[in-house]
């Protein structure tokens, strides 16, 4: 499935998700991402940037499993990203190109 990109706040980001399902949060159970990224889908991505800084940058993934479990991942935004689970979304999402369709 190709991921829909989206550009919002961060707020009204998660609770577009919320509306649509997504209630399992990542954050808490990143790990699971970075052992298991094979199980994971990216559907959403909403990206944020600050309006007085350029560097002060958001992106809110909504994330489904193979087992059915929908759910968010905040990160903030960076090529450079030391965030290991926010750079797997982001391989993820290059490499499904639409082609993930576990869902």
Known sequence: MKPTY????????????????FVHDFNLHHEIIVTNPQ???VEHVYRYEGETDPGDESVVY?????????????????????????Q???KLIIESNGKLDFL
């Open 39 to 41: 199980d994971y889908c």
């Open 6 to 21: 989206h550009y919002t706040t961060v707020l009204e980001a998660l609770e577009d998700l919320k509306e649509k399902g």
């Open 88 to 90: 797997i979304l982001e």
């Open 62 to 86: 909504g994330i489904a499993s193979i087992f059915g479990v929908k759910g968010v991942f905040v990160s903030g935004f960076s090529a450079n990203s030391d965030n290991e689970a926010a």
